[in-house]
């Protein structure tokens, strides 16, 4: 049976209501949060999914979920008489990073609610990320009164979270907030990066190795409109030798007119770059529109990798 958010991706906001293991003060597997919240009441047992059958309930969706290590998902209905129904999924991750990259999905154009990490208000649903935690809560009719049902229990799920969690280190190197970052994607395997961003049918930057992971990100240029928004792709490595051979994959197979410059115009008239940053990452800016635009971009990622304010 298909939920009724079918076509967007969402999360079962199972367990947010309920008790996960990192959640504060709970045993495994025991609701915590009260009966009922802005008169609404839990409706029926919650239910369950694993990695592998999350298909029967999000068809489509449950191998983005797994991709960022799912571990289980809980789903919660809540009732109100005369009211519309609201639904509690929750995801279980196996990190905060894999949390991150659950929100992170979809493109965030709400307005954030003060909940969580992050968080999202969608006209009356709400997603949010928390810990190793991923969250949606969506009712099945538009209203104020259930927007407001929706933020309280959304803010109980949350005060139940206790560990904050941090999102993916390498987000933290893309450029400044003033380059207008947007659509900031975590994307530990090359099947997650070929759904945002299509670079070659082989494995050019090894994102399917052990203890490698990388940042997808869309950046306005200093000098020019969102319509010139182009990509910022950061890769981390365990070390030297692993950012040298994927460095060194990635110029053959994708730039090899660049090189040493690491730097080159490709067929679409824009510019590609590449460039080690520190000893245990790669960066590359992906079609930006001026070689001065992929070189300023990639710099900048190398100045907060070596601890310096661009």
């Known amino acids: 049976m298909r939920p009724p958010w079918e076509g967007r991706f969402r999360v079962p906001w199972l367990a947010a209501v309920l008790c996960l293991l990192p959640l504060s003060g709970c045993a495994e597997g025991r609701p915590m949060l009260p009966s009922s919240v802005a008169g609404y009441a839990v409706s029926g047992p919650e ?22 290590g799912l571990r289980e998902a809980r789903v919660l209905r809540w009732e109100k008489p005369g009211a519309p129904e609201i639904v509690a999924d929750v995801f279980e991750m196996g990190s905060a990073e894999g949390a991150f990259g659950a929100f992170h999905h979809d493109v965030r154009e709400g307005h954030p609610a003060g909940i969580g990490r992050e968080s999202e208000r969608a006209g009356a649903s709400l997603a949010f990320w928390k810990g190793r935690f991923f969250v949606s809560i969506l009712p099945s009719e ?23 969690g941090d999102p993916p280190r390498l987000a933290g190197l893309l450029p400044s907030a003033s380059r207008t970052v947007r659509s900031v994607r975590f994307v530990p395997s090359k099947a997650l990066l070929d759904r945002y961003f299509f670079l070659a049918d082989e494995d050019l930057l090894d994102l399917d190795a052990e203890e490698v992971e990388g940042v997808l990100a869309s950046v306005v240029p200093r000098e020019g409109a969102a319509e010139d928004a182009y990509r910022v792709l950061i890769v981390g490595y365990p070390d030297e030798g692993a950012v040298g051979r994927a460095a060194g994959r990635f110029l053959e197979g994708y730039l090899p007119d660049a090189g040493e410059s690491g730097l080159a115009r490709t067929e679409n008239g824009r510019w590609t770059a590449v460039r080690r940053v520190g000893g245990r990452a790669v960066a590359i800016a992906l079609d930006a529109p001026t070689r001065d635009e992929a070189d300023s971009a990639l710099g900048e990622i190398a100045m907060r990798e070596g601890g310096e304010k661009p």
């Open 142 to 164: 538009e209203t104020g009164a259930a927007g407001e049902a929706v933020r309280a229990i959304g803010g109980a799920i949350a005060a139940a979270i206790e560990d904050e």
């Open 47 to 68: 239910t369950r999914y694993g990695p592998d059958d999350l298909h029967d309930y999000i068809d489509g969706a449950a191998e983005v979920y797994r991709a960022f």
